[in-house]
């Protein structure tokens, strides 16, 4: 939902190994979905994004997957780095509309 | 950089007042949203306007109100400001409705 309370989920990993950030979406009329990575104090910054008519969608060290059948979707990192630690967020955009609603964010600390 | 740039970065008002934050989008993009990020409520949408017209609303209080103008910046104005509006506002900003939005750093607004 739009809501992130004071105690955000938190996933530890040590440095270089993959990580994987989960997201339970709400419509199943979503039809575009986004992952966003925030630093402390800036603003989301885009990573990767993925439409309905697929299951899967590679970047630079990122993949999304996409479950439609129990609304979820992933976020796997390679090779986690320290500078990955950060809040990641992923929003849904429902076919037809015009409004993004973020889920509850997942912090990400990458330990040396 | 996103290329969507939000002034003030740093704002300190007291309750009752009222302030203006500005948002000037990515080059060629028609779409700027608003969001609302504090600690106990996450990502907020608030509006959105596509080439001057409000085209979508979220849960923007009637304290609260925006616009674009022709050159395509946008404003948001709070105004009988409360404590509980101390937030982070966020504009973001699309090519149109239905795209990659992208976000800008965010005005940081204390309310005291």
């Known amino acids: 939902g739009e809501n992130v309370g004071l105690h955000l989920p938190t996933l530890s990993v040590q440095e270089g190994d993959n990580s994987i950030i989960n997201c339970a979406y709400s419509?199943?009329?979503?039809?575009?979905f986004i992952w966003y990575k925030q630093e402390s104090g800036k603003g989301p910054q885009f990573i990767i994004d993925?439409?309905?008519?697929?299951d899967k969608r590679q970047g630079q060290r990122v993949t999304v997957l996409l479950n439609k059948t129990v609304k979820h979707l992933s976020l796997q990192i390679a090779a986690t780095q320290p500078g990955d630690s950060a809040v990641y967020f992923c929003?849904?955009?429902?076919?037809?509309?015009?409004?993004?609603?973020f889920g509850t964010g997942t912090r990400l600390k990458v330990l040396a | 950089d996103s290329g969507v740039t939000q002034t003030p970065k740093h704002l300190i008002t007291a309750t009752g007042q009222r302030v203006t934050l500005r948002c000037s989008p990515r080059?060629?993009?028609?779409?700027v949203y608003w969001y609302q990020q504090s600690l106990d409520q996450g990502l907020q949408f608030l509006i959105q306007?596509?080439?001057?017209?409000?085209?979508a609303k979220g849960n923007i209080l009637e304290r609260f109100s925006a616009q674009q103008f022709p050159d395509l910046h946008s404003e948001l104005n709070l105004s009988s400001l409360e404590l509980g509006d101390s937030a982070l506002y966020f504009c973001?900003?699309?090519?149109?409705?239905?795209?990659?939005?992208?976000f800008g750093e965010g005005s940081w607004l204390t309310v005291v």
């Open positions: 973001a900003s699309s090519v149109e409705g239905g795209n990659t939005i992208y």
């Open positions: 419509n199943s009329a979503s039809d575009y």
């Open positions: 993925i439409r309905s008519n697929m």
């Open positions: 929003a849904e955009k429902a076919s037809g509309t015009y409004k993004y609603i």
């Open positions: 080059s060629g993009d028609l779409s």
């Open positions: 306007y596509y080439n001057g017209e409000e085209r």
